[in-house]
């Protein structure tokens, strides 16, 4: 008897926490980068609205271009397409090493979260008109940039 109770306790504290939504983040973004849910003034004081410190790279043709395209279901999906960069979600908050890291999304000048790979579905948009913004980063979350200006894509979206 001790026994199901206990396995019923477990089922209940498991099944009760919540799961979030954006998968393709890691655990540290939980906490530190996602605040969705908390009113403005909870944040860290202006950083979901500031961009990272800016590292230059010898890849001078290295981009970032995106589309988003209204899912069936839900949200919306984003894909990415990169030169001279390569994803490498093993060596976050490791050394520097030119043309590899990840990106970041800013939805409305709000960061939304890292992304580790070009395809990215966001299920938690409200009707209306959109900015999207991608950001490529190193592995230590500067921004890329070339000649100064920072190497991102933005397009405007309406859901």
């Not at 954006?22 to 500031?50: V, Y």
Request: aromatic fraction near 6%.
């Amino acid at each position: 008897m001790k026994k199901i109770i206990t396995l019923v306790v477990i089922l209940v504290i498991s099944c009760s926490s919540s799961v979030e939504e954006n998968t393709i983040l890691d655990s540290s973004d939980e906490n530190h980068d996602n605040h969705s849910s908390m009113k403005h003034d909870e944040s860290h004081s202006n950083h979901e609205h500031m961009h990272h410190e800016k590292v230059e790279t010898s890849m001078k043709n290295m981009s970032v271009e995106f589309q988003v395209s209204k899912d069936a279901m839900s949200g919306v999906n984003i894909n990415i397409s990169t030169t001279d960069f390569t994803f490498s979600p093993e060596n976050v908050n490791q050394n520097h090493v030119d043309g590899e890291g990840h990106a970041h999304l800013y939805i409305d000048g709000e960061k939304w979260g890292r992304l580790y790979g070009k395809h990215l579905h966001v299920g938690n948009i409200s009707e209306g008109h959109h900015i999207f913004e991608i950001t490529l980063n190193t592995n230590t979350h500067e921004e890329y940039s070339i000649d100064g200006e920072s190497i991102k894509h933005t397009l405007d979206f309406h859901y």
